[in-house]
């Protein structure tokens, strides 16, 4: 097979790849370079977005990709694209293996210690609320949200059981910063919280009903946890909820 590019390093920018098409090139691109070319662009993103890699370890990845990208794309009689696929797939698993399991261990640490202080700043808070108003929701919030920042780390950890090889670049792809996810999921789980409190939803699970979230510490510290795990879900449903209610407020008037 012919091959349809010259690549070369980037001078221009670190760890990066270019891949130009050949002058002479009339025809269409095979689709097997065409299909090389895209995950080669791809890992090479993923390559430079590692964090806390040092770049002599990227150097090593970035030497191979560019050899079986030269392999796989250039030769002008004897491409080989599925070779360099081979090659291709060998490297993102090395780059997995290797830089996977730091990534997500960096990550849930960073998530429990902020979990850890937020809940802290929070709690003290209520504390503060409590013995000035001597109301007891001031508590039951505080409860709320510890559970919900436990929820929350317990659910990246089932989520993300196994990191796939785009996730070292973009570990969450909602792109929020550990920070604000909490602090995201700890006001839903509030929100949730006074909807239960106030009636405007019910649960019904085994013996735990809407009565006795007023009552118990232990029933306000699981919804807590229940809307960390289902943090993905709770500002779409909250917003439904919402704009269900105003619209049959509308249809009433």
């Given amino acids: 097979m012919k091959g349809c590019f010259v690549v070369y390093e980037n001078e221009d920018e670190q760890f990066d790849i270019k891949c130009d ?3 002479d090139v009339e025809d269409e691109v095979p689709e097997l370079q065409s299909l090389l070319y895209s995950e080669i662009e ?4 993923v390559l430079k977005a590692l964090d806390k890699t040092s770049d002599e370890i990227k150097r090593k990845y970035f030497k ?20 360099a696929m081979v090659a291709l797939d060998k490297l993102k698993t090395e780059m997995l293996h290797i830089e996977g399991k730091r990534i997500k261990n960096q990550y849930m640490k960073r998530l429990g210690i902020t979990a850890i202080i937020l809940s802290a700043i929070f709690l003290g808070a209520m504390c503060i609320l409590f ?3 001597k109301s007891n929701v001031f508590c039951m919030l505080g409860y709320t949200w510890f559970g919900a920042m436990v929820g929350a780390w317990v659910s990246y950890g089932a989520r993300k059981f196994q990191l796939e090889f785009e996730d070292m670049s973009l570990i969450e792809k909602d792109m929020l910063e550990p920070i604000i996810r909490l602090i995201y999921i700890g006001i839903c789980s509030l929100i949730f919280e006074l909807f239960l409190s106030c ?3 019910t649960i019904t699970a085994g013996n735990i009903t809407t009565e006795g979230i007023k009552s118990y510490e232990e029933i306000q510290i699981l919804v807590g946890i229940i809307c960390g795990l289902v943090e993905s879900k709770m500002g779409i449903d909250f917003y439904k909820k919402a704009n269900s209610v105003l619209e049959i407020g509308q249809e009433k008037e």
């Fill in 21 to 23: 098409l050949r002058p």
């Fill in 42 to 45: 791809n890992t090479c993103n």
């Fill in 199 to 201: 009636g405007f939803a």
């Fill in 131 to 133: 013995y000035l108003l």
């Fill in 64 to 83: 191979k990709l560019l050899t079986l990208a030269q392999v796989g794309l250039v030769p002008e009689n004897s491409a080989q694209p599925k070779m």
